[in-house]
């Protein structure tokens, strides 16, 4: 695709965009009407939205188009997941600049349907503006196929604490990519492109799953909305968590400690989950602390004491972006 988003046009562009996408049998109408219809053969909606803007959340030095569309479906399904659902749709709104050549938002698509063919899901309609900042905004919907909802609130004391996917990668791949290096490969893709494991959120709902989010701001501060909505403390064991040696020489390098991605790194989109004592979790699943009694100050401690910094916060600036 030749030339520029300017030149192209806003409809030149949408006719572009659209014709580079796929559908599922869940979509009845997909792009190029006033609105999508989706079907929601359960009677409720699960519905979650996100922002990536250029400068905060990704950068062009660093990610591709490609990239940036895979990550942005990844973490607004990771959130339907984490509800106990399963991903079905994705809107889109895109700002972008005039200048921009039209090959980087056709590039952003092509991330965002082979994202959402991983899921099951498709892309079915969405916005473009001009504007000076690339902004990519992401709407998600999902299904919870007739079972309720896994919400933060529910964690009961005793509850053991488990997670599936990875913990740190994506925040040791942003301190190679912030040092100018390009490897160990595998933890720059992770940075670049999170892989949710989208399934395991339906599945922990299946197994009794009593509270459930995605790790995107951290570990212990995703726990911790967990434990303020729970009106519970979490306790994480440190000797629990997964540590790979190759993170592990990452940290020696840049002197960091590696348990400090894992704990507060974010952007990974693992989900993380209690279940009731004694739940036979799959060998996915990895136990890593529990839910401690209730309390008028719900908190997060690592083998018994407060940790230091928790995570991402977008206006506080703690931890990695997220």
């Keep these: 695709m030749k030339g520029t988003v300017g030149e192209l ?14 559908t599922t049998p869940a979509v009845a109408l997909g792009p190029g009407d006033d609105a999508a219809v989706v079907a929601a053969p359960d009677g409720r909606v699960v519905a979650s939205t ?6 905060r959340h990704f950068r062009r030095d660093w990610s591709t188009a490609y990239d940036v569309g895979r990550k942005a479906a990844a973490q607004n399904m990771a959130d339907i ?23 980087w938002p056709a590039e952003l ?11 099951g899901a498709a892309v079915v309609g969405g916005d473009l503006v001009r504007g000076d900042t690339i902004t990519v905004s992401i709407t998600a919907l999902g299904d919870l ?3 309720g909802p896994v919400t933060r609130s529910g964690a009961r004391p005793g509850d053991v604490v488990a997670v599936t996917g990875w913990l740190g990668w994506s925040a040791a791949g942003h ?35 009593t509270a459930m989010t995605d790790v995107s701001d951290g570990l212990i501060a995703d726990l911790g909305h967990i434990a303020a909505a729970s009106g519970a403390g979490v306790d ?54 529990e839910v401690l009694g209730r309390s008028a100050l719900p908190r997060v401690t690592v083998d018994g004491a407060p940790w230091g910094t928790a995570g991402w916060d977008h206006f506080g600036g703690d931890g990695e972006p997220g």
């Design 81 to 103: 997941a984490a509800m106990g659902a399963v991903p079905t749709a994705l809107l889109l709104g895109l700002v972008v600049p005039a200048e921009l050549p039209a090959t």
């Design 175 to 209: 301190a190679v990519l912030s040092r100018g290096f390009r490897s160990p490969r595998a933890f720059v893709e992770a940075h670049r492109r999170p892989e949710p494991p989208y399934h395991a959120g339906p599945a922990a709902a299946a197994l009794g799953a």
């Design 145 to 147: 196929r007739g079972a």
């Design 236 to 289: 994480v064991r440190s000797g629990a968590v997964d540590i790979p040696s190759q993170m592990a020489d990452i940290g020696q390098a840049v002197g960091v400690d590696p348990l400090h991605w894992v704990l507060s790194g974010g952007e990974d989109h693992a989900i993380v989950a209690c279940f009731p004592a004694g739940t036979k979790l799959p060998a996915r699943w990895r136990v890593i602390g």
């Design 109 to 119: 698509m092509d991330g965002l349907r082979d994202e959402c063919q991983v899921a």
């Design 9 to 22: 046009g806003e409809f030149g562009l949408i006719r572009e965009l659209t014709a580079r996408l796929t």
């Design 50 to 55: 996100d922002v990536l803007l250029e400068g």
